[in-house]
């Protein structure tokens, strides 16, 4: 929700992107470059706290989606209409 995501999660993103500056302990990494996507996203190198809640939403997302690909046609359009009007 919006608490959750344009709150902590993109702050968080941005904030973590911005310090992957050469010079700092985080930019003379270059593990952190090749993977900054992950690092930006707090999968890595992050508290545990953060790792824990980061894999855990993106698993959980990557599962849901892989279940809904799997309903039938009818159950996909209803859950269509129901995520349309939650999102409007």
Not at 19 to 44: D, E, H, K
Not at 59 to 65: D, K, M, N, S
């Amino acid at each position: 929700g919006y608490k959750g995501f344009q709150r902590k999660f993109s702050p968080l993103v941005v904030k973590r992107s911005f310090s992957l500056v050469i010079g700092t302990r985080q930019g003379n990494s270059v593990l952190n470059f090749v993977l900054a996507p992950l690092y930006s996203m707090g999968l890595m190198h992050a508290t545990r706290k953060r790792l824990i809640t980061s894999w855990s939403v993106t698993l959980g997302v990557a599962t849901i989606v892989a279940v809904v690909k799997k309903l039938p046609p009818v159950w996909r359009c209803i859950l269509d209409a129901g995520v349309v009007v939650g999102l409007s």
